[in-house]
């Protein structure tokens, strides 16, 4: 037989969120008739808004007709969704060319991996999204786990804590090829600050390293003091990558629509352009969106999809203020939630597990571990603001009964 992918095998457990599905249906089955309610993973919850969905269905219907085929679109996107996504997101700071269409920003993370050499050092914040560290390990960027802290050997974590109001101290972490970092940030729900987001472009360009900003959850940020994109610092075009997605501002999760920005500015030591071998990776192992996905996407950049997508976002950003101050209320220390759909509640006395596991099954909660996200999120746990209103009501109820 041949011979499994050693890289894969240094994962030491299973991707975080199907390991707490799998926690969650051995629950159900044991009670079948418990009433769980998740604020678990992010996932969106509410209906696509109208002008939207119409966008989905006219797109799908010109597809049974004739005159409104289409079979393959560019592998780099529409060009009308580029230069969209170029002038409403970004003010066009950036041009249509420099932005990548996609199937969603995870996806695009993993292929990042490919425009780094195998020798590349990675930073991380930590706790962190675990597609930034799974995918060093799967692409051979890492050594093994070391069992006594968890963390993987050739990694960069860079502790993002209360002490350090979630920013790194640069000056400790010595010189990283490629820096993951994510605002809003998932798992913390804390927004780096201008001046923050400044060292970090001052530390990329002393280090020639190369920044992926994960800003996904952009949208939600409401303080207009907030950068929502790394390219409102100076110089960030020579260092900075950004990715992000429609996936939770509209609901797109299923849909499946993101994009990437490439600069021309931005280029690896031998002085070729980033962009061209992102363009070679793209047309390589993607044939493009779903041309359905981006008359959505597209729609949802006028003035009517604008507007409906502040609503979608408000609706979660409710439902973040009521959890958020029920734990508040409750004496729990919590983060985030102002800016970003999901709050970071220190559990007491609790660690991450043990306290997942007591609100499974004293409150039929699911929530996410912090531990799950790194070391520096044990004791922690993760609330996502994506429900329907009433279900999250319901659970604030419960919190405020088994919390007390
Ligand atoms: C999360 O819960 O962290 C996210 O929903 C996962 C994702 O966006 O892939």
Redo the contacts with the bound molecule.
């Keep these: 037989m041949a011979k499994r992918n050693p890289n894969i095998a240094k994962l030491q457990a299973g991707y975080?969120?199907p390991e707490i599905s799998r926690r969650k249906n051995e629950f159900l089955e044991k009670n079948p008739h418990a009433k769980l309610i998740s604020l678990?993973?992010?996932?969106t919850t509410e209906p696509i808004t109208k002008h939207i969905a119409k966008a989905l269905t006219n797109a799908a219907s010109a597809l049974g007709t004739k005159n409104g085929y289409r079979g393959y679109g560019n592998e780099q996107g529409l060009l009308e969704l580029r230069e969209k996504i170029a002038e409403v997101v970004y003010n066009s700071s950036v041009s249509g060319e420099e932005v990548f269409v996609s199937d969603?920003?995870?996806p695009d993370i993993g292929r990042l991996q490919l425009l780094f050499g195998n020798d590349a050092v990675v930073a991380v914040q930590d706790p962190a999204?675990?597609?930034y560290i799974d995918s060093s390990v799967m692409y051979g960027k890492t050594g093994s786990c070391n069992k006594k802290t968890s963390q993987f050997n050739n990694i960069v974590y860079m502790p993002c804590t209360p002490k350090n109001n979630f920013f790194p101290d640069l000056r400790k972490i010595g010189k990283a090829d490629v820096i993951f970092f994510c605002s809003p940030n998932?798992?913390t729900g804390a927004v780096a600050a201008k001046g923050q987001l400044k060292e970090l472009v001052q530390y990329a360009k002393k280090n020639k390293s190369i920044i992926v900003f994960d800003a996904?959850y952009s949208e939600y940020i409401a303080d207009k003091n907030l950068p929502k994109s790394i390219y409102e610092i100076d110089g960030a075009k020579e260092v900075a990558i950004e990715v992000n997605?429609f996936?939770?501002p509209i609901g797109f999760?299923g849909v499946r629509l993101g994009w990437t920005v490439i600069p021309n500015e931005l280029r690896f030591d031998d002085g070729s352009l980033v962009r061209n071998d992102w363009n070679r990776v793209m047309t390589t192992l993607f044939n493009g969106a779903s041309n359905i996905s981006q008359a959505g996407g597209l729609a949802s950049l006028d003035n009517i999809g604008l507007k409906e997508m502040k609503q979608t976002v408000s609706y979660y950003m409710e439902n973040a203020k009521l959890i958020k101050s029920a734990l508040e209320e409750l004496g729990y220390e919590a983060y985030g939630g102002d800016n970003a759909p999901?709050i970071w509640a220190r559990m007491k006395s609790m660690k991450s597990w043990e306290a997942f596991d007591y609100l499974l099954e004293k409150a039929n909660i699911v929530t996410?571990p912090g531990v799950g996200?790194g070391q520096s999120g044990e004791g922690f746990l993760?609330f996502?603001a994506?429900g329907h209103r009433e279900d999250i009501e319901e659970a604030v109820k419960r919190l405020k009964v088994k919390l007390k």
């Design positions: 975080l969120f678990g993973i992010g996932d969603g920003a995870k999204y675990p597609v998932n798992p996904a997605s996936s939770k999760t999901y996410t996200f993760r996502s994506f």
